[in-house]
T-cell receptor, first 112, second 112 residues
Framework: AQTVTQSQPEMSVQEAETVTLSCTYDTSESDYYLFWYKQPPSRQMILVIRQEAYKQQNATENRFSVNFQKAAKSFSLKISDSQLGDAAMYFCAPSGNYDMRFGAGTRLTVKP | DGGITQSPKYLFRKEGQNVTLSCEQNLNHDAMYWYRQDPGQGLRLIYYSQIVNDFQKGDIAEGYSVSREKKESFPLTVTSAQKNPTAFYLC???????????FGDGTRLSIL
């Protein structure tokens, strides 16, 4: 099983600025994947980005990118050019062969 | 369109009553999951199933039960032993561990 720590319960960013959300994890599995999900007020879970742990190259998806440090078991999410629609809860989720755990989440507020 | 259907959207439980939350998927996914989300909190894993007729306890299985008689269906029963069942419940599925989970829209359970 994995354990996940998101140390920032709340973050705030000005519209068009950049913000980084932190995530550290622990896992006993050698082969795993990592995901960031977004949950807006509608409570729908939306996939933001995926990272394969065996890849050194950091994943990028439009304005979203990750900084994956495997040795440090760190998986942070960077949001560039923040938009009002980015306001949501963000969850980090490492995934092993069988189960998938989520962090406690970071609530992101975007100020106009 | 393929997806996950959770029903009902809202559910009320009387003291001492068992209630069952429905989760159906037509994505042909092998793995299915149940999570509980309390207000302002992350997702906690209740049960998961990798194949039909097999399931494993997650972190907070006490007071809950599941079945997996069909690939498409993974109902969750909240028993009277669960003393604090008021929460938002999310069902998810995925094909294999390197793929992201797909989520239903959730069921909000409240105590009468």
């Amino acid at each position: 099983a994995q354990t996940v720590t998101q140390s920032q319960p709340e973050m705030s960013v000005q519209e068009a600025e950049t913000v980084t959300l932190s995530c550290t994890y622990d896992t006993s599995e050698s082969d795993y994947y990592l995901f960031w999900y977004k949950q807006p007020p509608s409570r729908q879970m939306i996939l933001v980005i995926r990272q394969e742990a065996y890849k050194q190259q950091n994943a990028t998806e439009n304005r979203f990118s990750v900084n994956f440090q495997k040795a440090a078991k760190s998986f942070s999410l960077k949001i560039s050019d923040s938009q009002l629609g980015d306001a949501a809860m963000y969850f980090c989720a490492p995934s092993g062969n069988y189960d998938m755990r989520f962090g406690a989440g970071t609530r992101l507020t975007v100020k106009p | 369109d393929g997806g996950i259907t959770q029903s009902p959207k809202y559910l009320f439980r009387k003291e001492g009553q068992n209630v069952t939350l429905s989760c159906e998927q037509n994505l042909n996914h092998d793995a299915m999951y149940w999570y509980r989300q309390d207000p302002g909190q992350g997702l906690r894993l209740i049960y998961y199933s990798q194949i039909v007729n097999d399931f494993q306890k997650g972190d907070i299985a006490e007071g809950y039960s599941v079945s997996r008689e069909k690939k498409e269906s993974f109902p969750l029963t909240v028993t009277s032993a669960q003393k604090n069942p008021t929460a938002f419940y999310l069902c998810a599925s995925r094909a294999v561990f390197n793929q992201p989970q797909h989520f239903g829209d959730g069921t909000r359970l409240s105590i009468l």
